[in-house]
């Protein structure tokens, strides 16, 4: 069968064998860097190790965290109106929000920036104090440039204004200005694009700094940038309780430039309600149900859509949709996948209080938080493949036909070789055979791949075949590998499920399994364990609960 | 918990006594050695353990071996982010760079651009409206590029060479758009853009619009 399509697909597609190096890095370069190659880049391009030397050089590039952070935004989808920023404005001051210090600027006749009090611009367009009572303030937002406004505004907003919320006379401008290059600034598009395109801004710092990419999913790591540092200053503002920010991270917000316009990864020690990406302001307010949740991780990072006819005639109550026939295909497993997110609430409710655990389950694996959930997927091939699938799909503008199975099973696990290192997975892409053909086809695929299986471990290919494993003799001895920080006694035990009894590891052993199949546990593994010690105490584990 | 010094060594210590396999954890207290403009660490507050690893040659030999032979596709440049691209290419960013974005937001989501939450996505081929939407774009585009007025502030033309001098300028701006050497301009190309040039007379700035607009919407400037 896999020859006839091959034969097919050769008849199909015009090509074999023609590379164009000239085309294929025009188009690297667009898509990574968003520019067109230089005279110099084409020239040297003329053979395919100096072609791979251009598109290595395309890695240090400062437009490859724009366009990186881009793809992130449309893979993840996240995007928020601005509207969202009202919700977490303070209102136990006096109960009243128009307590909000917020400023107007703009620019007068001369091009000077002027600032003055929101609250006072329905009576008019000038400040409350003569001319020749402001004072010029260096705006926080363009360093060197001075605003002048009145002083009880200087006294208020500080002195460089970013103890308030900025709005900018001139949206658009203001809009469309790069933080840091013009007199321009809307305090409320900036955060809630920042807000918006957090879950993006994680991904990116995270394969911008080469750290496996499984880190997009890690308990306590959130990422920050000038806006949203600019946001959580202003607690006297905002209910920063209400989008989670601790102590900790507020405190180290206070070493981000207001300026920086790229995010920085800020890891703030485990937490079992956070799982990176799943858990950021940005995904949780887009995706506000817990069932969107689950649908959207399930379609987005592990590439598998939830399709079933649905039943001929709709019940009008359909009861529990788990089991009742023609719902049941579906929500047996996006309902306790949803379960994941209880801990958080849903839509307006996500500031709502937090139960400790609760029971869910996914791909076989049980789990009470997020953290469960975010190493269970960690744990699935189907993650790398679907990273896989979709460096592929911006690369090379397609899917991958059904003849390509080997190709992106070959590309998954090179990609969990490296350790999940994304950027060698765009370098081997972009340097591909295929992606240096001169010939393009249509981006319709007709006959694509099919969804990437669960429960095959990273690297792919199928499981062992389990013997006979006792808990005593097989696992018992290996288990300091984990109760070292795993124990109730532990200083250092910070919510860390005990892995220290036999039902303790009958209850966790699932999700041991996924974390260890991650590479992320125990401590000191670089990548997914292939052999050794690590390898076959998880498989151990696995044969003993069954799984 | 106040995030300080000694309650960072305290946890480092608690953590590197835990188990018999060195935590990763290792709490950098970014309190006490960075200030506000020293944040080029790649991770603030506890480790994120180690880097992914490098190229490994023999094994991405082994995928370069895998070639079923079905080409890239076509791919359009992200409507979301084309004008910036183009104009980033030659102008700074600045006042004048955002007002001039500013005044191409509103052909923004006839071109196919996405919309605030991406229930829309980026259009990933051509239509009519999105065609006439680039036409439009790619005129604003090219009178800031070619001829900028005083609306553009202190903006000076890319031409490199006088405007009389149109061989030179042609071939240029077919390179610097479509994204090719300059050397494989076939010569057709330029004289399909000098018929386009559309003077009488008296060769100016102004009329290398039409040819750079005619580029900016040229297929294979568009169609990657």
Redesign the interface.
């Given at each position: 069968m896999k020859k006839l399509l091959?034969v097919l697909?050769?008849w199909s597609?015009p090509?074999?064998g023609s590379q164009d190096l000239?085309l294929a890095l025009?188009?690297a370069?667009?898509?990574l860097v968003?520019?067109?190659?230089s005279?110099a880049a084409?020239?040297n391009a003329t053979n395919v190790e100096n072609y791979h030397a251009e598109v290595r050089r395309l890695f240090d590039h400062p437009g490859f965290y724009e366009m990186l952070l881009?793809y992130h935004?449309?893979k993840f989808?996240?995007?928020?109106?601005l509207d969202y920023m009202e919700e977490l404005l303070r209102t136990d001051i006096d109960q009243k929000q128009n307590k909000f210090a917020q400023i107007i600027c703009g620019l007068d006749q001369s091009s000077d920036l002027q600032c003055r009090w929101a609250s006072e611009d329905h009576k008019s367009n000038r400040n409350s104090c003569p001319t020749h009572w402001q004072v010029p303030v260096n705006v926080f937002w363009y360093p060197g440039v001075q605003a002048w406004v009145c002083p009880s505004l200087a006294q208020s907003c500080g002195q460089d204004l970013s103890r308030c919320f900025i709005s900018f006379e001139?949206r658009?401008?203001?809009?469309?200005?790069?933080l840091g290059?013009?007199?321009?600034f809307d305090s409320e598009f900036a955060v809630i694009k920042s807000l918006s395109k957090q879950p993006a801004g994680i991904a990116t710092?995270v394969v911008i700094?080469?750290?496996?990419?499984t880190?997009i999913l890690?308990p306590?790591?959130t990422a920050v940038d000038g806006a949203i540092a600019h946001f959580m200053r202003q607690k006297h503002h905002f209910d920063l309780d209400r989008v989670k920010v601790s102590?900790?991270l507020s405190?180290?917000v206070?070493?981000?430039?207001l300026t920086?316009t790229q995010f920085?990864?800020?890891?703030?020690?485990?937490d079992s309600h956070q799982a990176g990406v799943l858990s950021a302001f940005g995904w949780l307010r887009?995706y506000e149900k817990n069932r969107t949740r689950a649908n959207q991780l399930y379609e987005r990072l592990l590439c598998r859509k939830f399709t079933a006819e649905l039943p001929r005639v709709f019940p009008q109550d359909p009861g529990n949709l788990r089991e009742t026939p023609g719902c049941a295909a579906c929500h047996k497993v996006l309902d306790p996948l949803a379960d994941f997110y209880r801990q958080w609430g849903e839509g307006g409710q996500l500031y709502g209080q937090r139960p400790d655990g609760v029971d869910a389950s996914f791909s076989g694996h049980q789990g009470t938080n997020l953290t469960d959930l975010a190493n269970i997927i960690r744990g699935e091939n189907a993650f790398a493949t679907c990273s896989v699938q979709n460096a592929w799909q911006w690369?090379?503008?397609?899917e991958f036909?059904r003849?390509?199975a080997?190709?992106r099973t070959?590309?998954t696990?090179?990609f969990v070789?490296?350790?999940?290192?994304?950027?060698?997975l765009l370098?081997?892409i972009a340097?591909?055979?295929?992606?240096l053909?001169?010939?393009?086809?249509?981006?319709a695929v007709a006959d694509p791949l099919s969804d990437p299986p669960l429960g095959e471990a990273p690297g792919g290919g199928d499981l062992p075949e389990c013997g006979t494993v006792d808990y005593a003799t097989d696992i018992e001895p290996q288990i300091?590998?984990?109760?070292?920080?795993h124990n109730s006694t532990?200083?250092?035990r910070q919510g860390l499920t005990s892995l220290v009894t036999e039902s303790e590891w009958r209850a966790a052993g699932a999700a041991a399994v996924a974390i260890m199949n991650s590479g992320?546990m125990?401590?000191?593994?670089?990548?997914p364990p292939r052999i050794g010690p690590v390898y076959d105490f998880k498989e151990a584990v696995r044969c003993w609960i069954g799984d | 918990?106040?995030?300080n010094l000694a309650t960072g060594l305290a946890?480092l210590l608690?953590?590197t006594?835990?188990?018999?396999?060195?935590?990763?954890?290792t709490f950098v207290d970014?309190?006490a050695v960075?200030?506000?403009?020293?944040?080029s660490?790649?991770?603030?507050?506890?480790?994120?353990?180690?880097?992914?690893?490098?190229?490994?040659s023999q094994?991405?030999a082994?995928?370069?071996a895998?070639?079923?032979?079905?080409?890239?596709?076509?791919?359009r440049?992200?409507p979301?982010?084309y004008a910036r691209?183009v104009l980033?290419?030659f102008r700074?960013?600045?006042?004048t760079?955002?007002?001039v974005?500013?005044?191409l937001?509103e052909y923004r989501l006839l071109l196919g651009g996405?919309?605030?939450?991406?229930t829309r996505?980026?259009q990933?081929?051509f239509d009519a409206t999105s065609l006439l939407a680039a036409l439009t774009i790619s005129r604003i585009v090219c009178r800031s590029l070619v001829n900028p007025n005083q609306e553009f502030d202190d903006w000076q033309s890319i031409l490199p060479q006088p405007p009389e001098e149109v061989s030179g300028n042609l071939r240029f701006l077919a390179?610097?758009l479509l994204?090719?050497?300059?050397a494989?301009v076939a010569d057709s190309k330029i004289a399909e853009l000098q018929a386009l040039l559309a003077s009488d007379g008296t060769i100016t700035r102004e009329h290398y619009i039409v040819p750079c607009t005619a580029l900016l919407i040229d297929a294979e400037a568009n169609?990657?």
């Open positions: 091959a697909v050769a597609f090509l074999q000239g025009k188009r370069t667009y898509l968003g520019e067109f190659p005279e084409f020239q881009r935004e449309l989808g996240v995007g928020l109106p001139d658009d401008l203001a809009i469309n200005s790069e290059t013009t007199q321009a710092a700094a080469n750290y496996p990419y880190k890690e306590g790591l102590d900790e405190e180290v206070n070493n981000i430039a920086d920085h990864l800020i890891h703030t020690g485990p887009r690369l090379m503008g397609r036909h003849v390509e080997d190709l070959a590309f696990s090179y070789q490296t350790d999940y290192s994304f950027r060698e370098f081997a340097t591909h055979p295929a992606f053909e001169s010939q393009r086809v249509d981006g300091t590998m984990c109760s070292g920080c532990s200083p250092a992320q125990p401590p000191g593994q670089a990548g | 918990m106040k995030w946890a608690t953590l006594t835990c188990g018999p396999i060195e935590d990763p954890r970014t309190q960075a200030t506000e403009q020293e944040t660490a790649e991770v603030i507050g506890y480790s994120l353990g180690s880097k992914a690893r490098g190229e490994d094994a991405l082994t995928v370069r895998i070639m079923p032979g079905i080409p890239p596709a076509t791919v440049p992200d979301d982010l691209l980033q290419r700074p960013n600045g006042a760079l955002a007002r974005l500013g005044s937001q996405a919309n605030d939450d991406f996505v980026p990933s081929s390179s610097r994204g090719v050497p300059a494989t169609l990657l």
